[in-house]
């Protein structure tokens, strides 16, 4: 089975700050890994995707993360918020071949001006 | 390209009720999910139809349910409603083949009174 461990539930950073949200996962598996945010009263947004490949992965509005399997770690960066960025953030993973996802229990950031 | 439409957004209903949640998915896409999202337990996969076929099924009683019709369109019943229903139930939807990643409604948020 998978699971997924979101380190931080909440996380505030200044704008214009550098921020990480730390995920790392168990699977005795291959693993495709996801990054989705929700904004208040909408559903999910996916930010990036890590399938196969380089190990480094750019997603929309600035984010990227880095897969690292050894440490089964999928954490994700930006160099500099905005307040807009104030959302949930939901690390993912889904089995090779599978449809379903098993997701974390979330990352709060909230940006402060 | 039209996203996800789920309908309604917002339902309230009494406990023994029951109640049908409706999705669209994306154009083309044949693989429909849905995943309950509450403050306590996080997001948790229902179960996903493929082609008007169940291929994944979450753990959940035998009161949610769902079906896929012909054009894609999927629908989900929860019998005898109980307060902890109460819940954002969301629906994604992907082409079914490949690693294209999930694209999720803004879901129906369902409270149980």
């Known amino acids: 089975a998978q699971s997924v461990t979101q380190l931080d539930s909440q996380v505030p950073v200044f704008e214009e700050a550098p921020v990480e949200l730390r995920c790392n996962y168990s699977s005795s598996v291959s693993v495709y890994l996801f990054w989705y945010v929700q904004y208040p009263n909408q559903g999910l947004q996916l930010l990036l995707k890590?399938?196969?490949?380089?190990?480094l992965v750019k997603g929309i509005n600035g984010f990227e993360a880095e897969f690292n399997k050894s440490q089964t770690s999928f954490h994700l960066r930006k160099p500099s918020v905005h307040i807009s960025d104030t959302a949930e953030y939901f690390c993912a993973v889904s089995k090779t071949g599978a449809n379903n996802l098993f997701f974390g229990t979330g990352t709060r950031l909230t940006v402060i001006p | 390209k039209a996203g996800v439409t789920q309908t309604p957004r917002y339902l309230i209903k009494t406990r023994g009720q029951q109640v049908t949640l409706s999705c669209s998915p994306i154009?083309?896409?044949?693989?429909v999910s849905w995943y309950q999202q509450t403050p306590g337990q996080g997001l948790q996969f229902l179960f996903e139809y493929f082609s008007e076929t169940q291929r994944n099924k979450g753990n959940f009683p035998g009161r949610f349910s769902g079906r896929q019709f012909s054009n894609s369109r999927s629908e989900m019943n929860v019998s005898t409603l109980e307060l902890g229903d109460s819940a954002l139930y969301l629906c994604?939807?992907?082409?079914?083949?490949?690693?294209?990643?999930?694209?999720f409604g803004d879901g129906t948020r369902l409270s149980i009174l």
């Open positions: 154009s083309g896409h044949r693989s």
């Open positions: 890590y399938l196969s490949g380089s190990t």
């Open positions: 994604a939807s992907r082409p079914g083949q490949g690693v294209e990643p999930q694209h």
